[in-house]
């Protein structure tokens, strides 16, 4: 996943809401989003080479999400799956901040990533990639892509604006969630020259819904937790064209533990 925007103990009604984007190669064997056989409890899609996931929440209110980070100088195969962490705190017991210590002693077995997992109580971010300590999050509205988070890449800066109308303004749906990180249109290349974004492909990926007919959005995922523990899922999947193909909604009201 290569774009989150979400919304953390902001609305009173809506303790936690996430738009996403996953963002990976079109050939990359995929299966779309539900309720795992082997973890009944998890709701998440699943990479098929893999095994992993990056993004999911469970019947009891846990929630993980992973984004890569870029990093030029960190090109090598890691030895783990970076999509096995979502999956082992969605299906572990640990509290947060238990886990992110605990994964901190063995980071760098894995390639750059960001991680954010929460268990409805509260919601932590950690990456390898700086020497950071676990940082559990204030209320407030984030945005996450291939840098720490709340780098003000265009397509975060963009998506927590519409974010933060959204819950000003709108109603709470997952069409208006998706809204928050569908823009199509690219950065300028001055703007992204400032940043440090002056690649060959930065300005494809500038975007924040991508498309290329190898690499680009390959599904968008919103999720609204309301207070209550009601928990409201959708998934749209895309083509290399940027066509909407399939949709997965779940819903389902969380069980205390």
Sequence with gaps: MC????????????????????DEFHGRATAASAFWEQYPDVLAGQ???QGGTWMGVTRSGRFAAVTNYRDPARTAAAPRSRGALPLDFLTGTQEPRAYLDELAGRALEYAGFNLLVGDGNSLWY??????????????????LSNARLDTPWP?????????????????ITHDA???VVNDRKRAGRRELKELQLDGAMDPVLSAQFIVTETYGTRSTTTLSIHADGNTAWREQCFDNQGELRTEQRLAFQQRAI
């Design 3 to 22: 774009l989150l925007v979400f919304a953390h103990q902001v609305s009173p009604e809506f303790p936690l809401l996430i738009a996403a984007n996953r």
């Design 47 to 49: 990479d098929l080479e």
């Design 126 to 143: 950690f990456t390898n990639s700086d020497d950071l300590e676990p940082l559990r999050l204030p209320p407030g509205i984030y945005g």
């Design 155 to 171: 397509k975060v800066a963009l998506g927590k604006a519409r974010m933060q109308s959204l819950i000003e303004t709108g109603a």
């Design 177 to 179: 969630l998706a809204a």
